[in-house]
């Protein structure tokens, strides 16, 4: 590979890493900077005590966040399960990897009748095993945790799709970075099918009514009053 090939294989990754992070940040931050706004959060500030602000509103962040978890339709949560999953596996099998590869750790390859199993066979098996019996099924209310296995399942397949590309094991050498990028495209494709905004606005009145009420009986216009 070639030192322009290797600068722009790098600079791939990086722009796939950013949107991945910066999508998922920029939601929460938008978040953030509205419960401060429109919550009891902005109170605080104005008496000068920014950092009671800043807890106060990472409180009802976080209610608004859980409220609408709860409110959301199951479809809604199984595909949320489904990101945290395929972003918390690929973190997982990364580290592990690296564990192995550095012989510093109690993790070793898994080897059967002579032959290195790689972690997209168990990662087929699971997606396959789960995906079988969400259409087997057909619970909804099921789906949602079934979710969570089929996204760890996708993601120790996407972690070596460099390998399945190429036909050899390639994990840790330039060509390897394909995966990487795979998994970050897939993880903002994700995060902007906007999942986050829809929890948080399916949530935001069932937590604010209580924290807020105080503003709504001075007048103040905010979004329950539209």
Known sequence: ??????????????????????????????????????GSARAS?????????????????????????????????AVLNMLAAFAGTFGAARTVTYVIRSETGPFKNV????????????????????????IGMRHEELDKWLAIPFGAGLALVLDEAALLLELEDVYWTRQGIVSVQIVLGTAALLATLGIAVRLVRRGEPLASVGAWRPMVQAGSETDLDR
């Open 1 to 38: 590979m070639s030192r322009l090939a290797q600068l722009l294989s790098r600079r791939r990754t990086e722009a796939l890493g950013a949107l991945a992070v910066g999508t998922a940040g920029a939601l929460c931050a938008l978040e953030v900077r509205y419960v401060w706004r429109r």
């Open 111 to 134: 080897v059967i009748g002579g032959r290195h199993i790689h972690h997209f066979v168990p990662g087929l098996l699971v997606a396959f095993a789960t995906g079988g019996l969400s």
């Open 45 to 77: 500030a104005r008496a000068g005590d920014y950092l009671q602000a800043q807890r106060t509103a990472t409180r009802e962040t976080v209610a608004v966040l859980r409220e609408g978890y709860h409110a959301g339709s199951t479809r809604e949560n």
